[in-house]
Protein backbone atom coordinates (compact mmCIF):
# COMPACT_ATOMS: atom_id res chain seq x y z
CA UNK A 1 0.00 0.00 0.00
CA UNK A 2 0.54 3.38 -0.71
CA UNK A 3 1.60 5.44 2.65
CA UNK A 4 -0.02 9.03 3.24
CA UNK A 5 -2.05 7.99 0.61
CA UNK A 6 -4.38 11.36 0.44
CA UNK A 7 -8.06 10.59 1.34
CA UNK A 8 -10.01 11.06 -1.78
CA UNK A 9 -7.75 8.61 -3.71
CA UNK A 10 -5.64 10.80 -5.01
CA UNK A 11 -2.32 9.28 -5.42
CA UNK A 12 1.15 11.48 -5.32
CA UNK A 13 4.45 10.37 -5.82
CA UNK A 14 6.69 13.04 -3.65
CA UNK A 15 9.23 11.18 -2.01
CA UNK A 16 10.94 7.24 -1.68
CA UNK A 17 9.74 7.09 2.05
CA UNK A 18 6.01 6.94 0.94
CA UNK A 19 6.02 3.70 -0.47
CA UNK A 20 6.52 0.13 1.43
CA UNK A 21 8.16 -2.59 -0.15
CA UNK A 22 4.45 -4.68 -0.90
CA UNK A 23 3.62 -1.12 -3.24
CA UNK A 24 7.17 -1.22 -4.40
CA UNK A 25 7.02 -5.15 -5.61
CA UNK A 26 3.54 -4.08 -7.19
CA UNK A 27 4.87 -1.59 -9.25
CA UNK A 28 7.66 -3.61 -10.36
CA UNK A 29 5.35 -6.21 -11.65
CA UNK A 30 3.17 -4.10 -13.19
CA UNK A 31 6.51 -2.72 -15.22
CA UNK A 32 7.07 -6.27 -16.55
CA UNK A 33 4.04 -7.24 -17.45
CA UNK A 34 2.62 -3.76 -19.27
CA UNK A 35 2.75 -5.74 -22.80
CA UNK A 36 1.05 -8.87 -21.34
CA UNK A 37 -1.90 -7.03 -20.17
CA UNK A 38 -1.91 -4.53 -23.20
CA UNK A 39 -2.27 -1.39 -19.98
CA UNK A 40 -3.36 1.65 -21.92
CA UNK A 41 -3.67 5.58 -20.87
CA UNK A 42 -5.94 6.45 -23.85
CA UNK A 43 -8.05 9.53 -23.14
CA UNK A 44 -5.52 10.76 -20.42
CA UNK A 45 -3.11 13.63 -20.77
CA UNK A 46 0.22 14.12 -18.79
CA UNK A 47 1.54 17.64 -18.23
CA UNK A 48 5.41 17.97 -17.96
CA UNK A 49 6.29 20.91 -16.14
CA UNK A 50 10.10 21.36 -15.94
CA UNK A 51 11.58 24.02 -14.32
CA UNK A 52 15.13 22.81 -14.77
CA UNK A 53 16.87 20.98 -17.07
CA UNK A 54 16.13 17.77 -18.22
CA UNK A 55 16.21 15.55 -21.09
CA UNK A 56 15.83 11.74 -19.79
CA UNK A 57 13.49 12.48 -17.64
CA UNK A 58 11.26 14.17 -19.47
CA UNK A 59 11.35 12.21 -22.02
CA UNK A 60 11.05 9.13 -20.68
CA UNK A 61 8.02 10.12 -18.84
CA UNK A 62 6.11 11.64 -22.38
CA UNK A 63 7.87 8.82 -24.02
CA UNK A 64 6.33 6.84 -21.27
CA UNK A 65 3.09 8.76 -21.86
CA UNK A 66 2.99 8.10 -25.80
CA UNK A 67 3.73 4.54 -25.62
CA UNK A 68 0.51 3.90 -23.52
CA UNK A 69 -1.59 5.52 -25.82
CA UNK A 70 -1.77 8.80 -23.75
CA UNK A 71 -1.10 12.18 -24.77
CA UNK A 72 1.15 14.93 -23.72
CA UNK A 73 1.13 18.52 -22.94
CA UNK A 74 4.88 19.85 -22.03
CA UNK A 75 7.09 22.56 -21.59
CA UNK A 76 10.66 21.87 -21.25
CA UNK A 77 11.71 25.21 -19.50
CA UNK A 78 9.03 26.67 -17.46
CA UNK A 79 10.95 29.30 -15.25
CA UNK A 80 11.25 30.77 -19.21
CA UNK A 81 8.02 29.74 -21.33
CA UNK A 82 5.21 29.98 -18.06
CA UNK A 83 3.52 32.54 -16.15
CA UNK A 84 6.29 32.00 -13.75
CA UNK A 85 8.26 34.53 -15.68
CA UNK A 86 5.35 36.94 -15.16
CA UNK A 87 5.30 36.27 -11.57
CA UNK A 88 2.42 33.79 -11.24
CA UNK A 89 2.88 31.78 -8.55
CA UNK A 90 3.64 27.87 -8.46
CA UNK A 91 0.51 27.27 -6.60
CA UNK A 92 -1.88 29.06 -9.34
CA UNK A 93 0.32 27.35 -11.91
CA UNK A 94 -0.92 23.78 -10.37
CA UNK A 95 -3.98 24.86 -9.70
CA UNK A 96 -4.68 26.34 -13.66
CA UNK A 97 -2.62 23.42 -15.14
CA UNK A 98 -4.61 20.93 -13.81
CA UNK A 99 -7.93 21.73 -15.68
CA UNK A 100 -5.67 20.66 -19.16
CA UNK A 101 -4.29 17.63 -17.92
CA UNK A 102 -5.11 14.39 -15.93
CA UNK A 103 -1.32 13.79 -14.55
CA UNK A 104 1.04 16.63 -13.83
CA UNK A 105 5.22 15.15 -13.98
CA UNK A 106 6.94 18.35 -12.00
CA UNK A 107 10.75 19.15 -11.69
CA UNK A 108 11.69 22.20 -9.87
CA UNK A 109 14.73 23.97 -8.51
CA UNK A 110 13.14 24.70 -5.10
CA UNK A 111 13.52 21.75 -2.68
CA UNK A 112 10.08 22.56 -0.72
CA UNK A 113 8.02 22.73 -4.71
CA UNK A 114 6.58 19.57 -4.24
CA UNK A 115 5.03 20.19 -1.14
CA UNK A 116 3.49 23.56 -1.99
CA UNK A 117 2.08 21.88 -5.24
CA UNK A 118 0.39 19.10 -3.48
CA UNK A 119 -1.17 21.74 -1.29
CA UNK A 120 -3.16 22.59 -4.25
CA UNK A 121 -3.23 19.39 -6.48
CA UNK A 122 -6.86 17.95 -7.54
CA UNK A 123 -5.11 15.35 -9.98
CA UNK A 124 -2.04 13.55 -9.32
CA UNK A 125 1.68 14.69 -9.14
CA UNK A 126 4.48 12.96 -9.90
CA UNK A 127 8.06 14.84 -8.69
CA UNK A 128 10.73 14.60 -11.33
CA UNK A 129 13.15 15.81 -9.49
CA UNK A 130 12.83 18.50 -6.46
CA UNK A 131 15.97 20.69 -5.64
CA UNK A 132 18.67 18.65 -4.07
CA UNK A 133 15.79 17.05 -2.00
CA UNK A 134 14.53 13.76 -3.85
CA UNK A 135 13.62 11.85 -7.42
CA UNK A 136 11.72 9.29 -6.49
CA UNK A 137 11.13 7.63 -9.95
CA UNK A 138 14.70 7.62 -10.26
CA UNK A 139 15.27 5.54 -7.83
CA UNK A 140 12.53 3.67 -8.44
CA UNK A 141 13.80 2.99 -11.58
CA UNK A 142 17.65 2.38 -10.30
CA UNK A 143 15.96 -0.21 -7.58
CA UNK A 144 13.96 -1.92 -10.41
CA UNK A 145 17.93 -2.38 -12.31
CA UNK A 146 19.46 -4.01 -9.76
CA UNK A 147 16.80 -5.99 -9.21
CA UNK A 148 16.84 -6.93 -12.49
CA UNK A 149 20.44 -7.66 -12.34
CA UNK A 150 20.68 -9.51 -9.13
CA UNK A 151 17.49 -11.04 -8.89
CA UNK A 152 16.88 -9.01 -5.50
CA UNK A 153 16.73 -5.48 -3.60
CA UNK A 154 17.99 -7.19 -0.07
CA UNK A 155 21.68 -8.35 1.06
CA UNK A 156 23.23 -5.77 -1.71
CA UNK A 157 26.56 -3.82 -0.78
CA UNK A 158 26.05 -0.65 -2.57
CA UNK A 159 28.67 2.55 -2.86
CA UNK A 160 27.06 6.02 -3.29
CA UNK A 161 29.62 7.91 -4.79
CA UNK A 162 30.04 11.73 -5.20
CA UNK A 163 28.03 14.49 -4.63
CA UNK A 164 25.71 12.62 -1.73
CA UNK A 165 24.97 16.54 -0.47
CA UNK A 166 23.14 17.81 -2.93
CA UNK A 167 22.23 14.96 -5.49
CA UNK A 168 18.71 14.27 -5.04
CA UNK A 169 18.70 10.68 -7.08
CA UNK A 170 20.98 9.61 -3.91
CA UNK A 171 18.78 10.31 -1.21
CA UNK A 172 15.79 9.45 -2.73
CA UNK A 173 17.92 5.86 -3.48
CA UNK A 174 19.07 5.26 0.16
CA UNK A 175 15.70 5.56 1.36
CA UNK A 176 14.54 2.51 -0.81
CA UNK A 177 17.61 0.35 -0.16
CA UNK A 178 16.83 1.29 3.84
CA UNK A 179 13.41 -0.25 3.45
CA UNK A 180 15.06 -3.55 2.45
CA UNK A 181 16.66 -6.39 5.09
CA UNK A 182 20.45 -6.51 4.67
CA UNK A 183 21.42 -3.88 2.49
CA UNK A 184 24.75 -2.27 3.63
CA UNK A 185 25.77 1.31 2.44
CA UNK A 186 29.18 3.00 2.03
CA UNK A 187 28.77 6.38 1.76
CA UNK A 188 31.78 7.74 -0.52
CA UNK A 189 32.24 11.58 -0.57
CA UNK A 190 34.80 14.06 -0.05
CA UNK A 191 34.28 15.72 3.17
CA UNK A 192 32.00 18.82 2.01
CA UNK A 193 29.83 16.84 -0.07
CA UNK A 194 28.73 14.50 2.68
CA UNK A 195 25.61 12.72 2.77
CA UNK A 196 22.87 15.39 4.84
CA UNK A 197 22.05 14.04 8.51
CA UNK A 198 18.43 13.35 7.88
CA UNK A 199 18.87 10.61 5.67
CA UNK A 200 21.59 8.95 7.70
CA UNK A 201 19.40 9.15 10.73
CA UNK A 202 16.60 7.01 8.43
CA UNK A 203 19.59 5.10 8.01
CA UNK A 204 19.94 4.04 11.48
CA UNK A 205 15.87 4.16 12.05
CA UNK A 206 16.13 1.24 9.57
CA UNK A 207 19.40 -0.28 11.29
CA UNK A 208 21.07 -0.17 8.11
CA UNK A 209 24.58 -0.86 8.11
CA UNK A 210 26.39 2.19 6.34
CA UNK A 211 29.61 4.04 6.84
CA UNK A 212 31.48 7.01 5.37
CA UNK A 213 34.54 6.58 2.93
CA UNK A 214 36.88 9.02 1.00
CA UNK A 215 37.80 6.93 -1.89
CA UNK A 216 36.47 4.59 -4.14
CA UNK A 217 39.71 2.30 -4.39
CA UNK A 218 39.34 1.20 -0.96
CA UNK A 219 36.00 -0.19 -1.59
CA UNK A 220 35.96 -1.47 -5.03
CA UNK A 221 36.42 -5.21 -4.09
CA UNK A 222 33.97 -5.05 -1.74
CA UNK A 223 30.71 -4.02 -3.10
CA UNK A 224 27.72 -4.83 -5.35
CA UNK A 225 27.11 -1.71 -7.04
CA UNK A 226 28.96 1.74 -7.46
CA UNK A 227 25.96 4.18 -7.95
CA UNK A 228 28.11 6.92 -9.22
CA UNK A 229 27.04 10.90 -9.15
CA UNK A 230 27.92 14.06 -11.29
CA UNK A 231 28.76 16.90 -8.79
CA UNK A 232 25.61 18.82 -9.15
CA UNK A 233 27.19 22.61 -10.03
CA UNK A 234 24.13 24.75 -10.31
CA UNK A 235 23.72 23.84 -6.90
CA UNK A 236 27.31 25.35 -5.90
CA UNK A 237 27.02 29.50 -4.92
CA UNK A 238 31.12 29.13 -4.92
CA UNK A 239 32.48 28.42 -8.34
CA UNK A 240 36.32 27.72 -6.94
CA UNK A 241 34.60 24.91 -4.51
CA UNK A 242 32.85 23.60 -7.60
CA UNK A 243 36.27 23.32 -9.59
CA UNK A 244 38.25 21.69 -6.85
CA UNK A 245 35.49 18.93 -5.80
CA UNK A 246 34.36 18.29 -9.99
CA UNK A 247 36.70 15.74 -10.41
CA UNK A 248 36.64 14.06 -6.93
CA UNK A 249 36.22 10.79 -8.08
CA UNK A 250 36.67 8.67 -11.25
CA UNK A 251 35.62 5.60 -12.69
CA UNK A 252 37.66 4.09 -15.30
CA UNK A 253 38.29 0.02 -16.44
CA UNK A 254 41.53 -0.34 -14.29
CA UNK A 255 39.09 0.64 -10.95
CA UNK A 256 36.37 -1.55 -12.78
CA UNK A 257 38.64 -4.64 -13.16
CA UNK A 258 39.59 -4.91 -10.02
CA UNK A 259 35.83 -5.07 -8.70
CA UNK A 260 33.67 -8.51 -8.87
CA UNK A 261 32.27 -9.87 -11.84
CA UNK A 262 28.88 -9.60 -10.90
CA UNK A 263 29.39 -6.07 -9.84
CA UNK A 264 27.38 -3.05 -11.62
CA UNK A 265 27.99 0.19 -12.13
CA UNK A 266 24.93 2.97 -12.34
CA UNK A 267 24.52 6.43 -12.76
CA UNK A 268 21.55 8.76 -13.19
CA UNK A 269 23.32 10.28 -15.94
CA UNK A 270 24.14 13.22 -17.16
CA UNK A 271 27.93 12.39 -16.62
CA UNK A 272 30.38 14.52 -16.74
CA UNK A 273 33.84 12.76 -16.09
CA UNK A 274 32.81 10.71 -13.39
CA UNK A 275 32.80 7.54 -15.22
CA UNK A 276 35.37 7.20 -18.31
CA UNK A 277 34.16 6.21 -21.39
CA UNK A 278 36.05 2.85 -21.75
CA UNK A 279 33.92 1.57 -18.86
CA UNK A 280 30.77 1.66 -21.47
CA UNK A 281 30.97 -1.18 -22.92
CA UNK A 282 31.92 -3.46 -20.05
CA UNK A 283 29.45 -5.87 -19.07
CA UNK A 284 29.60 -4.10 -15.63
CA UNK A 285 27.84 -0.66 -16.91
CA UNK A 286 24.12 -0.38 -16.57
CA UNK A 287 23.62 3.80 -17.11
CA UNK A 288 23.42 3.48 -20.85
CA UNK A 289 21.22 0.60 -21.63
CA UNK A 290 19.22 -1.30 -18.31
CA UNK A 291 18.71 1.87 -16.44
CA UNK A 292 17.39 3.87 -19.45
CA UNK A 293 14.96 0.81 -19.85
CA UNK A 294 13.60 1.04 -16.43
CA UNK A 295 12.62 4.49 -16.56
CA UNK A 296 10.64 4.09 -19.47
CA UNK A 297 9.07 0.82 -17.97
CA UNK A 298 8.59 2.23 -14.30
CA UNK A 299 7.26 5.49 -15.45
CA UNK A 300 4.53 3.55 -17.59
CA UNK A 301 3.81 1.57 -14.16
CA UNK A 302 3.71 4.78 -12.25
CA UNK A 303 1.15 6.81 -14.84
CA UNK A 304 -0.96 3.38 -14.43
CA UNK A 305 -0.57 3.64 -11.09
CA UNK A 306 -1.67 7.03 -10.35
CA UNK A 307 -4.31 7.19 -13.23
CA UNK A 308 -5.83 4.00 -11.61
CA UNK A 309 -5.65 2.08 -14.85
CA UNK A 310 -3.41 -0.52 -13.28
C1 LIG B 1 19.63 13.65 -12.24
C2 LIG B 1 18.83 14.79 -11.66
O1 LIG B 1 18.27 15.60 -12.42
O2 LIG B 1 18.74 14.83 -10.45
N1 LIG B 1 19.35 13.39 -13.57
C3 LIG B 1 18.26 12.61 -13.86
O3 LIG B 1 17.13 12.99 -13.66
N2 LIG B 1 18.51 11.38 -14.31
C4 LIG B 1 21.05 13.67 -11.89
C5 LIG B 1 21.88 14.87 -12.21
O4 LIG B 1 21.39 15.88 -12.73
O5 LIG B 1 23.07 14.81 -11.91
Redesign the pocket.
Known sequence: MLQGKPQGGLMHIARAQQFDTAFIEQLFAIADTIEQKALRMNGLILGSLFY?P?L??RWSFESAMHRLGGAVISTEDAKIFSSAAKGETLEDTIRVAGKYVDIIAL?HYDDHAMEQAMEVARIPLINA?CGRNQ?PT?ALLDLHTIKKRFGRTEELHVALAGDLEN???VHSLAYLLGKYRGNRLILVSPPELRMPQGVKDYLERHDVQWREVLTLEEIAEEVDVIYQ??V?RERFSDEAAYERLKDSYRIDAALVSRMRETAVIMH???RNSEIARDVDEMPNAAYLDDQIESGVAIRKALLLMVAGRA
Open positions: ESRTRGHQGRTTRQPLP
